[in-house]
């Protein structure tokens, strides 16, 4: 039987740490932030690679968590 790995939509370790990055490059409020969280996109790929990732596996789903630290 062939196995079926699915990959979650990233998470948030310290979401308020993570907007404070987002607003090193962009304006906007928190729920600007969440916007650009949930809209994909070139930006918030490239804003996602950018952020530490933690990565751990529940059943067959791959959970990526996204951790902000003070290098972008």
Known sequence: ???RN???A????DTD??????????????????AFMTTPGVERDAFVKSAWQKYSWIGNILNTTLIAHGDN
């Not at 990233?10 to 370790?13: D, E, F, L, V, Y």
């Not at 404070?20 to 969440?34: C, E, N, S, T």
């Open 6 to 8: 699915f990959i979650a």
């Open 17 to 34: 740490a993570l907007f404070f990055l987002w607003q090193k490059h962009h304006a906007g409020r928190m729920d600007d932030f969440y």
């Open 1 to 3: 039987m062939k196995q």
């Open 10 to 13: 990233p998470g948030a370790s």
